[in-house]
């Protein structure tokens, strides 16, 4: 259904819905309101390994390199890691404090966890174009 509109004098043909958005105050200024919160957000690796040696290197590498070097950042929450021993399936999630996330991504220490990860993944025979890479909302309910 359209309907006539008279902006400055000028007679125009809308639809329903379109009026509506338009009368929504986040359409006039480009914003918003989010229905799922941002409070943490985690950073996202996931590959495939082969078997039970090679996720335990991975293990290794998580206990002695990235954990220590991730738990001194500014609004570290945690880091899970899971394994799916069908698939061997290799995530690891890092969750962050949302307004801290950023500064994480842009530090030096992100490049220097990229840097040893690529020498621990190319003993697996994989390298960063095995990893999947991305960041997610992150919410927990007990």
């Not at 006539?4 to 309101?33: C, D, E, H, Q, Y």
């Not at 950073?43 to 078997?51: L, P, W």
């Not at 039970?52 to 899970?80: C, H, N």
Request: a neutral charge.
């Amino acid at each position: 259904m359209f309907t006539s509109v008279a902006i400055s004098g000028r007679s125009l043909w809308a639809s329903r819905g379109a009026l509506k958005a338009a009368s929504n105050p986040s359409f006039a200024t480009g914003m918003r309101g989010l229905a799922i919160p941002v409070t943490h957000v985690a950073r996202i690796a996931r590959t495939h390994v082969k078997n039970e040696e090679e996720a335990e290197k991975l293990d290794a590498y998580l206990r002695d390199v990235y954990i220590p070097t991730i738990k001194a950042q500014k609004g570290f929450v945690k880091t899970e890691r899971t394994v799916c021993k069908a698939e061997w399936a290799y995530e690891v999630a890092s969750v962050f404090e949302a307004e801290h996330f950023k500064d994480f991504m842009e530090s030096d220490a992100r490049t220097e966890l990229t840097t040893s990860l690529e020498a621990v993944l190319k003993e697996l025979n994989l390298s960063m174009s095995d990893l999947y890479l991305g960041n997610r909302v992150f919410d927990e309910y007990k």
